[in-house]
């Protein structure tokens, strides 16, 4: 059988399928596999800031389209990527073992977010780090910076524009880069977002024999989590525009999830966490969204929306 993987085109989307094909290969030898790269809307678009694009599926449209064409079989897309709601026809078929979920400080001098000086100027593309970066550290100068990780990096090292970088620990690790990590930013001062660190392959919905292939190199812990934390996410119908952090653990048959909910300027913030049984993921992830739209969730959103329309 031969196995059409669409992804796109960066070197850590390359990374990511690469890895993907190997667990596929050592699970199912008798496979031939065809990768086909894409370009998507994110990756055409890199002067302006993810959260004034839109966020339905930057990252993913493409692919998928191509999938309901029949031009691939199967896209593995980062699932901190992946929208809450799936195109009609389409489905996670398989969520992979958790890298590193959280986020990392890479510096020009070696600093920590401690030891930087106020004014430091910090680029992120994300919200949600923006916005708890500035409520540990209000005296930093958050800005935003574009482009693929590599090209981060490289803005930090050459532009002079920047005193630090933060980006996901998972993709800088994949990449091999690890020696440029300052420091590990802790979930305490920094939720990561939904489903960071975590590979998934999405699939038409009925394949059953893709489905049956891509099930058996499934990571059922970080599945459960990261289910959790997606519910979670569209019950506060939040994205790219919203700055909420969430991350699930999952331990035998517990699964713990944290999240916050904050203010752009990052001042308000709503952070609570809940434990239920891991069997329902779905309904820990609604139950705590729940809890934090009572426990003024609700007026944080509301007011972030009404600016953005």
């Known amino acids: ?6 992804t796109r085109e960066s070197l850590l989307a390359m990374w990511q399928t690469n890895w993907v094909v190997e667990q596929l290969k050592e699970k199912h030898p008798e496979i031939k596999v065809e990768i086909v790269k894409i370009k998507t ?3 055409k678009i890199l ?3 993810l959260s004034k694009i839109g966020d339905k599926g930057l990252f993913t449209k493409e692919l998928e389209l191509a999938m309901l064409r029949d031009e691939i079989d199967i896209a593995v897309h980062s699932m901190k990527d992946m929208p809450t709601k799936l195109v009609k026809g389409l489905v996670i078929g398989a969520i992979c ?5 959280g986020d990392v400080l890479i510096s020009s001098t070696g600093e920590s977010l401690d030891e930087l ?3 430091a100027v910090i680029g992120t593309s994300s919200l949600r780090r923006r916005a708890q970066l500035m409520r540990y550290r209000p005296d930093l100068n958050i800005v935003p910076i574009r482009g693929n990780l590599n090209t981060r990096i490289d803005k930090l090292k050459i532009s002079g524009n920047f005193d630090a970088i933060v980006v996901a620990a998972a ?3 994949r990449l091999g ?6 420091q590990y930013i802790p979930p305490q001062i920094c939720l990561p977002a939904v489903g960071q660190g975590a590979v998934g392959i999405e699939a038409r919905e009925g394949d059953k024999k893709v489905m049956d292939i891509i099930k058996k190199i499934e990571h059922r812990d970080t599945a459960l989590a990261v289910l959790a934390e997606r519910a979670l996410l569209e019950r506060l119908e939040g994205g790219c525009q919203v ?6 653990v999952t331990v035998d048959r517990v699964l713990r999830l944290e999240a916050a909910v904050l203010s752009t300027d990052g001042k308000e913030m709503v952070r609570l966490d809940y434990t239920g049984d891991a069997k329902y993921p779905e309904e820990v992830g609604v139950r705590l969204a729940e809890e934090l739209l009572e426990r003024g969730a609700y007026e944080i959103l509301s007011k972030i929306k009404g600016d953005i329309h």
Request: glycine share 18%; charged share 30%; proline share 6%.
């Open 177 to 182: 880069r690890k020696e440029l990590i300052a």
């Open 1 to 6: 059988m031969l196995l059409r993987v669409g």
């Open 97 to 101: 073992k958790r890298e590193h979920p």
């Open 47 to 49: 002067d302006t800031a």
């Open 117 to 119: 000086k106020a004014g």
């Open 171 to 173: 993709g800088v690790i």
């Open 41 to 43: 809307k994110g990756d």
């Open 243 to 248: 700055p909420i952090g969430a991350f699930g």
